[in-house]
């Protein structure tokens, strides 16, 4: 991570939430617009420290269109008292920003290959720049595949956008939820039951995977891509620790020899995977 | 309409593919052809069962129903799975609904028949649980994941 163009890292600059919509009951998307100076640059898979005033930090994903710089855009769940002050702002309101931090997907480099997106419930939001990137250069790609799990139909994360990936955008896109009512006629199971459907067909050691998701479920996945035969070093997860300073100083987020916040949160899965089943870290 | 006959679907099916020809000849003529009207039960939680199904076409849900509440769908199989593995495991009963979501189509095996089969030749069977469970692992694995209820907080 390079934090050399950023004058104090640890400043906070001042933002106004430009829109707000409501994604599912918890869940709320904001784009932002700077303040203080032209808006930053920043590439898919990274995050920023949100700073709801009075209230505290938290370490939340960029979800925004890395083309489109101007617009920042950041998902957030409700689940603890900073996360709950960001998803009640509206239009109008500011609030503080640092970063970008972190290590960020790989899109351009896997050109060539069948791209593969795994997200399972909010783990699309650190993607979706991702999948912005792939799809503008669809053709640069084999294939670009999106695979989405969520817990139901109704915790289902921007549901027109996937809709639209899938029906203009040339994507291959594959939803499935855990559970269901009886009417919905979409697929019902994990992600990982989807895996050998997905890329039928496919050369397997062709696929890169970018998973994000719960940690278990970014495990299982990776090892069932493993075992299909995709290459170790073309699967890349997204990771979440505590992160607080986001600069690798605090320590909160280390994670084995790593610091969350500095050397990810995208590792690349042949250097960590050991790792993700080690429950004592 | 492609005409297939009941040895070339299952020998193009993954759980047979390894099976030999006289094997497929001795499973063959356990099956039918059989069709479902969309929302009709292949069969219901408690069933005998007496059939397994190899889907053809269209989408099945494996349903769980609970007093007082509607049935949830804790599964969906399509094209290439198979629907009712209860056949393999004593006491032989179905442990779900199976709903056709659409229209579906399925090769169905009867169990008695089957277990006749694997009885009179052990070498059968054996390779019969040895193709088989592998699947089956694979389901429970997924199961244990959908269990912990992952996104609920994720």
Request: proline share 5%; charged share 25%.
């Amino acid at each position: 991570m390079d934090v050399s163009n950023i004058q104090d890292p640890m400043l906070p600059r001042r933002y106004r939430v430009a829109e707000v919509w409501e994604e599912l009951d918890d869940v709320a998307t904001m784009s932002l617009l700077p303040i203080d100076g032209p808006p930053r640059p920043f590439k898919a898979g990274q995050f920023n420290m949100l700073y709801a005033y009075g209230v505290g930090e938290a370490a939340i994903s960029i979800s925004g269109d890395p083309a489109v710089p101007e617009r920042l855009i950041h998902t957030t769940r409700n689940v603890g008292k900073v996360s709950a002050a960001l998803t009640r702002l509206r239009a109008g309101d500011m609030l503080g920003v640092r970063g970008p931090f972190g290590s960020d997907w790989p899109v351009e480099e896997q050109k060539g290959r069948h791209m593969l997106f795994i997200a399972g419930g909010l783990g699309l939001a650190p993607l979706r720049g991702a999948i912005c990137q792939a799809l503008a250069d669809r053709l640069d790609y084999e294939e670009v595949s999106l695979l989405f799990g969520a817990r139901s139909p109704n915790d289902l994360l921007y549901r027109s956008q996937v809709a639209e990936w899938g029906a203009f955008s040339g994507a291959n896109v594959e939803v499935t939820v855990d559970t269901a009512a009886r009417g919905w006629t979409g697929h019902v199971g994990v992600v990982t039951t989807r895996l050998e459907r997905i890329l039928n067909g496919q050369d397997h050691a062709n696929v890169s995977a970018f998973i994000c998701g719960p940690e278990i479920m970014m495990r299982f996945t990776a090892q069932d891509l493993v075992e299909l035969g995709v290459p170790t070093d073309k699967i890349w997860v997204s990771m979440e620790r505590n992160m607080k300073c986001a600069l690798g100083f605090c320590g909160h987020c280390q994670w084995g020899p790593d610091f969350v916040c500095k050397d990810g949160p995208v590792f690349r899965y042949d250097q960590i995977g050991r790792r993700l089943a080690m429950r004592e870290i | 309409m492609e005409i297939h006959g009941i040895k070339d679907i299952l020998s193009g099916h993954p759980v047979f593919k390894d099976f030999d020809e006289e094997t497929l000849d001795l499973l063959s003529g356990c099956g039918r052809n059989e069709h479902f009207k969309k929302n009709t039960l292949l069969y219901a939680e408690g069933d005998e069962a007496d059939k397994v199904y190899i889907i053809r076409k269209g989408d099945v849900a494996i349903e769980i129903a609970a007093p007082g509440r509607p049935s949830i769908v804790v599964e969906s199989l399509h094209a290439g799975d198979i629907a009712g593995w209860s056949w393999m495991v004593p006491p032989y009963r179905s442990s779900a609904d199976a709903r056709a979501m659409t229209e579906v189509s399925a090769v169905s095996l009867d169990a008695n028949c089957m277990r006749g089969k694997c009885d009179e030749h052990p070498a059968l069977g054996y390779q019969m649980f040895k193709t088989w469970l592998p699947h089956l692992t694979k389901r429970v694995r997924a199961q244990r994941l959908q269990l912990l209820d992952l996104y609920g907080t994720g």
